[in-house]
């Protein structure tokens, strides 16, 4: 234990040496060092996996908590667009009686995310080439799997989602400052975003947009418990009414949308394994050369994984909760659905019936630190999925760190770009975001195939987990697909 504790202090100085040599030499790097500098963990390529950064895993509760932090850049970039938008539609729009939606949908795509995690750590492998070795048809010159084009055709349809949530942040804006209009403050945001992305200040800013977010969560759980002391009491049979497991026709579209976004989606459960390598777990343990010693430090980081999974999905459902029991309880009973211009405004009265008139303007700035930290999450994760996607189709080479970073930075533009144009055009954020929750459900059932692949179907088993795991993965996967069988018979 002390050579451990030794390890982790020598690292440490290391790393410290290491930045202020970076901080005295910044004038002398370019462009693409900085940004590599300030978005991954260390100097080196996060990608790459040498015996050069192995480090065993950490035993104690204090130790691991040092080594978090892949779950919470997920839940960050989730809160915005499904717990705080599509989660209260849904509340709004049916009331009580599809909490159960929201509950399954947390709790049971878990399974997938850990397998992911697995994945990674236990092969080093990014995810589209994972999804590049799923069994079926394949297509073009690089006889590229099938899996690996529905992704990238279903990312077309992804731009209405973040438009949405872009168009969200621009009207909390203007209506703080309403001298500029909704699509003046979509444009500026679009380009403080893809500035603050090229310049690599999003590490900061992700750190300064989760204690913002952390302070709006317990806010909202505030609202929640003082709701109860309003005309909106949430109620015993209320619950049990969301319990009861029905899905009334005229939400189906809703509740598809609720569950592909809420808690991680098909496209957050697939980013875990970028996070995750980036994070180092995979150069933590090592090359995989299949003895004892690589064997141990693997388990030993899955288990921190398993840690950062957890806690974050506590986190994440904890909140799914509270914003769903809030829209189903004050704006369902108002007969009133957020939608257009008016969605933020509409949303507010949560805060403004159950707390008072004072609490719209804390409202209006923990959604605007919410949703511009979801911006934030999702243009770095898309940058990451697409380069790599575009490395798979060998557009690119994505071994090359130089090209790479490259690429991340031109795509660091475009998307955002892709977002104003779709909602200036569009205009209808709610209803964006709802688009996007769909496509992202079909995204979670190619995941739900790909997860199944990997674990019982891959010849590939190394470390393979216990037999508990194996039926909460098959339990996650039937409870998934027969959801949405589910919505499919109730919307026909």
């Known amino acids: 234990m002390q050579a451990l504790n030794a390890n982790y202090k020598c690292r440490k100085r290391i790393n410290r040496k290491n930045d202020r040599y970076l901080i005295i030499n910044v004038r002398d790097m370019t462009l693409i060092d900085i940004f590599n500098h300030m978005n991954s963990s260390s100097r080196t390529d996060p990608y790459i996996v040498d015996e050069k950064s192995i480090l065993p895993a950490p035993l104690k509760f204090r130790q691991r908590l040092k080594f978090l932090g892949p779950g919470f850049i997920l839940s960050a970039s989730v809160v ?160 049990a009414e969301g319990l009861s497991f029905k899905l009334p026709k005229g939400t ?34 090592g090359p995989r050369e299949g003895d004892e010693g690589w064997a141990k430090r693997a388990r030993g980081w899955i288990r921190v994984m398993y840690m950062d ?46 707390v008072g008139p004072t609490a719209k303007n804390i409202f209006l700035i923990g959604s605007f630190v919410v949703l511009f930290s979801t911006l934030f999450a999702a243009l770095a994760i898309r940058t990451r999925v697409f380069s790599d996607l575009f490395g798979v189709l060998k557009w690119i080479d994505f071994n090359n760190l130089r090209i790479r970073l490259r690429t991340i930075r ?42 199944v692949y990997f674990r019982f179907g891959s010849k590939d088993q190394a470390l393979p987990p216990g037999k508990f795991y194996n039926i909460a993965l098959i339990i996650c996967c039937l409870a998934i697909i027969m959801v949405g069988v589910y919505g499919v018979v109730k919307l026909f």
């Open 80 to 239: 915005g667009s499904g717990e705080l938008i599509a989660t209260t539609a849904l509340g709004a729009k049916a009331g009580f009686v599809t909490l159960w939606v929201i509950l399954v949908s947390c709790l049971v795509k878990i399974v997938l995310q850990l397998e992911f995690g697995r994945q990674s750590i236990i092969r080093g492998v990014s995810a589209m080439n994972m999804m590049n070795e799923l069994p079926g048809p394949r297509f073009g010159k690089r006889k590229t799997s099938w899996g690996v084009w529905a992704w990238l055709v279903l990312w077309v349809v992804k731009p209405l989602q973040l438009g949405g949530i872009i168009g969200g942040v621009a009207i909390i804006l203007n209506m703080a400052i309403p001298s500029l209009s909704v699509a003046s403050w979509t444009v500026l945001t679009a380009l403080v975003v893809i500035s603050v992305m090229l310049f690599g200040y999003y590490g900061l800013v992700e750190k300064i947009s989760l204690v913002f977010m952390g302070l709006f969560t317990l806010f909202t759980l505030l609202a929640l418990i003082m709701v109860q002391k309003t005309g909106f009491a949430i109620t015993m049979p209320d619950i």
């Open 252 to 285: 189906v579209g809703f509740a598809i949308a609720a569950f592909g976004l809420t808690g991680v989606g098909g496209d957050e459960i697939l980013s875990y394994n970028y996070w995750c390598i980036e994070k180092g777990y995979a150069r933590f343990a």
């Open 309 to 354: 999974a957890f806690l974050s999905m506590i986190v994440y459902t904890t909140v799914t909760a509270a914003f769903f029991l809030l829209g189903a309880s004050i704006l369902y009973q108002r007969g009133e659905v957020p939608e257009g211009y008016q969605m933020i405004e509409t949303i507010s009265r949560i805060y403004t019936d159950s």
């Open 410 to 451: 031109i795509l660091a533009i475009v998307f955002p770009v892709l977002w104003t144009i779709a909602f200036l055009v569009i205009k209808l954020p709610v209803l964006m975001v709802t688009i996007g929750g769909i496509a992202t459900f079909i995204m979670l059932i190619i995941v739900v195939i790909a997860g």
